[in-house]
């Protein structure tokens, strides 16, 4: 008896009639098949909840011609959606312990939910509605499901017809008109890989651990990324592609296991198809895989100097081209998504055109931003960020998990600026990641995130508020880990990728893109500037303005990340000014590498655990031992010209006079606040000095000098822990740190903003 390769036809009601509070009647679902379907199912879904139906309630019957018929009753319910969405799908194999992503077969359809005295739409209207449509029939498979009406479903042929009919846009989607033009769009995704150094001071650790992390990884690592551009360039998706971020510490490790043979040998030849696939291109000639600019170790980038930015990004790049054959892109993915203006100037000197940030930093920098409260996971902005006009299309997302409402037309790439304290305002273009439409890809892609209906909400908002704008139409992406959870799933580069293509092919409303297709299409008006708020993305404690997951236990006697700033503060000094005096010293390239490695954020990440608390002083102590007697020697020779190296600042109460964290509510903050830094110089510090800048004028306080952070790991150096009162009532100011060592060197700090109540 033949297995069944393919779904026939679906028959389902095209509406349904629902009460005032939401319920909806009981209703059947009859779906026919090739064959027999060892394991059928069905899912239905409504407002985040599903419903399974399998086993003895879906009847099954055959035909003399081989094909068979199920029925199933869907059970009476209540939904808050203007919709049901449902999931037809059956295993091909019989030992369902076995089966894999590509044994399961899938088809989609909706019904439409309308208010009893509703007008009705015809059934082509609901169609382009809800974008009801087959997924693809599995990884790498060329099988598709397919809908279509009753009186097109009694034959193959009509079934084949019905599919035709869909797969053509016209047929199914008018696209709206707004401001003289088609309303379209746009977005992208991005997979973000990457595993740290386990060891500071030597980057060859290996234990079982690692090989079973890195084993567990190996579609992930090799083929799955090609494997969704594949279908992406064969579905004719002109413009499809994604952009993918590869810390370098992740190559040099797989570079390791292929050598030697680790994982079992999974790893070699890991980048031969990520090299092959490099040289696809899009229909304007760019990459459909563009290999993100990043940071080499995986910095948090807003919290390390100038130089050390420029330096991972360069490094990066080189590796991208040695290991893939590949240019990187001129667009960037910071390392956690961290983003903070004071990047910029570092960034327009690595080469980067674009940088990548979580699209919520952008809303909360509006005035008039509609803060959602305690589920919003952060306090109310800073009046300080809150400099960007007003908008009116503010929208809250159904059907996913969305803590607050999202701004349609702020989704899109503009130019946003820095201005250092000399006056000098640098741009760079920025490109939103939306966080909560992002988040909900990364449970899986299609299935998890429902994208006709969750990205039709967002397309229904701009055309209601005639917000679009054909020049700088909307563009986002969609970003998450590539290697974990259901973003990283096999199923998510093969079967849901198969389903995104065939959704797309048939509902012009959207389009994936590429970023740097879009920009050429699309550039952003340089003469029009915003202003970002910082943070990272939802999955560092919801990445507030002063990272504050990096700065865990921060209000306690003794904080292990703030421990590992200061002594890396200390470290990045000493290893700055011999590079500055002594450029050729034999130990400096060693040095540098510790350093970097340092860097990487994962070690303020896993606060309290005493294997990741400790790298920072491990790489520090070794680099210092390598180092430290060129460094006196530079000091007692006079040597050293370089000022003091400055930590970036963070304030407590992080809003003066605002709001701060209570037990699970907010409770208000103080007025008085404090502003916390760290510095560093070889030859000794002299003064350190906060200006501060107002409607007022300037004014300079003298900061206090605790001296060194009191380390808990051992380490050899550390620096000095400095404090400053904050005067009241100031308003909206600017400010800066200003340092001088002992022999008159003197350094200053990136310009921050902040509001005194």
Not at 190 to 196: A, D, E
Not at 478 to 492: E, K, P, Q, T
Not at 513 to 520: I, N
Not at 594 to 623: I, K, P, R
Request: charged residues 20%.
């Amino acid at each position: 008896m033949p297995v069944f390769n393919r779904f026939l036809n679906i028959e389902s009601p095209s509406r349904l009639e629902i009460a005032a509070d939401g319920r909806y009647p009981a209703f059947r679902v009859a779906f026919a098949a090739d064959g027999e379907i060892p394991f059928p199912q069905l899912i239905v879904r409504a407002s985040g909840r599903e419903t399974l139906i399998n086993g003895e309630a879906i009847v099954g019957s055959e035909e003399a011609s081989g094909r068979w018929h199920y029925q199933a009753l869907v059970p009476a319910g209540s939904a808050a959606a203007e919709r049901l969405d449902l999931q037809i799908e059956g295993c091909r194999r019989t030992e369902i312990q076995q089966a894999g992503g590509g044994d399961w077969i899938k088809t989609f359809t909706a019904v439409r939910l309308e208010r009893a005295g509703a007008e009705v739409a015809s059934d082509a209207q609901q169609r382009a509605r809800i974008g009801a449509g087959a997924g693809d029939g599995g990884a790498g498979s060329a099988r598709h499901g397919q809908t279509g009406s009753a009186e097109q479903a009694g034959t193959a042929e009509g079934a084949a017809q019905a599919g035709a009919e869909q797969r053509s846009p016209s047929a199914q989607i008018q696209l709206a008109q707004s401001n003289g033009a088609e309303v379209k769009v746009y977005f992208g995704i991005h997979k973000h890989m990457h595993q740290p150094y386990y060891d500071t001071t030597n980057p060859d650790y290996w234990d079982g651990e690692k090989d079973a992390i890195f084993g567990s990884r190996g579609g992930n690592y090799t083929d799955f990324v090609p494997a969704a551009i594949r279908q992406y360039r064969d579905g004719g998706l002109d413009h499809g592609g994604l952009s993918t971020s590869w810390s370098g510490t992740l190559i040099e490790q797989l570079e390791r296991c292929a050598e030697l043979g680790r994982c079992g040998g999974r790893f070699s030849g890991w980048n031969r198809a990520l090299s092959e696939m490099a040289s696809a291109k899009t229909a304007l000639g760019h990459p459909r895989l563009a290999f993100s600019a990043f940071g080499f170790y995986h910095p948090l980038m807003p919290l390390i100097p100038h130089r050390d930015i420029v330096r991972n990004i360069r490094w990066h790049r080189e590796l991208i081209q040695r290991v893939f054959g590949a240019e990187a892109s001129r667009v960037l993915f910071p390392p956690e998504t961290a983003f903070h203006v004071r990047m910029i100037p570092a960034l327009v000197e690595a080469g980067v055109e674009a940088v990548i940030y979580d699209s919520i930093h952008r809303y909360r920098a509006c005035k008039d931003y509609p803060y959602a409260g305690i589920e919003e996971g952060m306090l109310p902005p800073n009046p300080a960020d809150q400099t960007n006009p007003p908008v009116d299309d503010w929208l809250q997302l159904h059907n996913i998990w969305a803590a607050s409402k999202i701004s349609p037309r702020l989704l899109r790439p503009e130019y946003v600026g820095y201005e250092d304290a000399d006056g000098e305002l640098h741009k760079i273009i920025a490109i939103p990641a939306e966080r909560y439409i992002g988040n909900e890809d990364a449970r899986g892609g299609f299935g998890a995130l429902q994208y006709p209906d969750v990205l039709g909400q967002l397309y229904q908002r701009i055309v209601d508020t005639g917000s679009f704008d054909p020049k700088h139409p909307p563009f986002f992406l969609l970003h998450s880990d590539g290697d974990n959870h259901g973003g990283g799933a096999d199923s998510y580069y093969h079967h849901n990728t198969g389903q995104l293509v065939d959704w797309l092919k048939r509902d012009p409303r959207f389009e994936l893109t590429t970023a740097e297709d879009y920009l050429q299409r699309f550039p952003p008006d340089p003469s029009q500037v915003a202003h970002i708020e910082p943070g990272s993305w939802a999955g560092a404690d919801n990445g507030d303005p002063q990272f504050m997951k990096w700065f865990s236990r921060y209000d306690q006697p003794y904080s292990p990340d703030l421990n590992s700033w200061a002594v890396l503060t200390a470290f990045q000094d000493r290893v700055h000014t011999l590079e500055d005096s002594q450029p050729d010293h034999p130990a400096l390239a060693e040095a540098i590498r510790l350093l970097l490695t340092a860097e990487t954020s994962c070690y303020w990440y896993w606060t309290g655990q005493t294997g990741w608390d400790q790298q920072v002083t491990n790489a520090a102590n070794l680099g210092l031992s390598r180092i430290g007697q060129a460094i006196d020697d530079l000091v007692a020779s006079g040597q050293d010209r370089r000022g003091p190296t400055i930590f970036p600042p963070w304030v407590t109460p992080e809003n003066p006079g605002g709001k701060r964290w209570g037990q699970g509510c907010l409770l208000d903050a103080p007025r008085e606040s404090v502003l916390h830094s760290f510095v560093s110089d070889c030859a000794g510090l002299k003064s350190v000095e906060l200006v501060l800048r107002s409607d007022t004028g300037e004014q300079r306080l003298p900061m206090h000098d605790h001296g060194p952070y009191p380390s808990q790991t051992g380490a050899a150096l550390s620096a000095h822990y400095l404090t400053a009162q904050l005067p009241l009532g100031a308003g909206d100011v600017r400010y800066y740190i200003e340092a001088e060592d002992q022999r008159g060197n003197i350094a200053r700090g990136s310009l921050e903003r902040i509001f005194l109540a």
